[in-house]
């Protein structure tokens, strides 16, 4: 059965992307983005977003989606698998920003 291990909301800056929260679920994770950055919900979807832990656990992204009215613009990426047992801090990064979280 699928459930919410944590939930983290840092709104925290990762380069141009504003990291909303992270959902932190026995079988996926979802990070919830933003960005007042010009342009259209493309650009967002097709960021270079990867997700880490300090278990070495590898994270697929499995779907994002992106909208907005071209100022201001939000996303959800989702990752599989889950959060291990044991993890105790996960890395969300963006290019050669990156966010840790410590669970």
């Known amino acids: 059965m699928n459930r919410l291990v944590a939930v983290h909301a840092p709104a925290a800056w990762l380069g141009e992307v504003l990291v909303i929260s992270v959902e ?3 079988d996926t994770v979802f990070v919830h983005i933003a960005t007042d950055r010009p342009g259209d919900a493309v650009w967002l979807n097709r960021i270079p977003l990867s997700l880490a832990d300090d278990a070495g656990t590898t994270y697929e992204p499995r779907e994002s989606s ?4 071209g100022t201001e ?3 959800m990426w989702r990752f599989e698998p889950g959060l291990p047992e044991g993890a105790v801090r996960v890395t969300v990064t963006l290019g050669d920003d990156s966010l840790e979280l410590t669970l």
Request: net charge positive.
């Open 73 to 75: 613009l939000r996303g």
């Open 24 to 26: 932190l679920w026995t």
């Open 66 to 69: 992106a909208g907005g009215t």
